[in-house]
C-alpha cells in the first residue's frame, strides 16, 4: 500500500479526514464534562455523533447539542448529522465491527488502584 504525501495523496480518505477534522473543530471546549469518548461514525453524507458518558446532566445535554449545532454549520446543509449517546461505565472503544468509527476524544483512565 502506498502512503498518501503532501504532493500526492494516494488512497487517503479524504472524505472522512474532513469530516473527523470538522467534528474536532466543534468540540472545542465543548466536551461534555462526564464524557468517556466522543466518536463520529461517517456513511457518505450521513454522520453521526457518538458520545459515551459516565453519567449524563443538563450541562452535558447541552454541550452536546451544541457540539451537533456546530458540526451542522461547519459541514453545511448537505450533510445530514445526527447523534447518540449511552451511559457506560467505562469507555469502550475497542473495534467492534464499524470501520466507519473514528474516535476523536478519550477520557484518561484512572490508572490507581481503587481500595
Do not use: C
Not at 5 to 23: C, F, K, M, S
Not at 58 to 68: V, W
Not at 98 to 113: G, H, K, Q, S, Y
Amino acid at each position: 500500500m502506498r502512503m498518501p504525501a503532501p504532493n500526492d495523496l494516494a488512497h487517503a480518505p479524504l472524505w472522512e479526514i474532513y469530516i473527523v477534522a470538522q467534528t474536532v473543530s466543534a468540540t472545542r471546549g465543548q466536551i461534555p464534562r462526564h464524557a468517556l469518548a466522543v466518536g463520529v461514525e461517517i456513511h457518505g453524507v450521513k454522520i453521526k455523533l457518538l458520545f459515551q458518558l459516565s453519567q449524563v446532566t443538563d450541562e452535558d445535554k447541552t454541550d452536546m447539542e451544541d457540539i451537533l449545532s456546530e458540526l451542522e454549520a461547519l459541514v453545511g446543509q448537505d450533510v445530514e448529522v445526527d447523534s447518540a449517546y449511552e451511559i457506560r461505565k467505562e469507555r469502550q472503544v475497542s473495534p467492534d465491527g464499524r470501520d466507519n468509527l473514528w474516535w476523536v476524544f478519550l477520557a484518561r483512565i484512572d490508572e490507581t488502584p481503587s481500595e
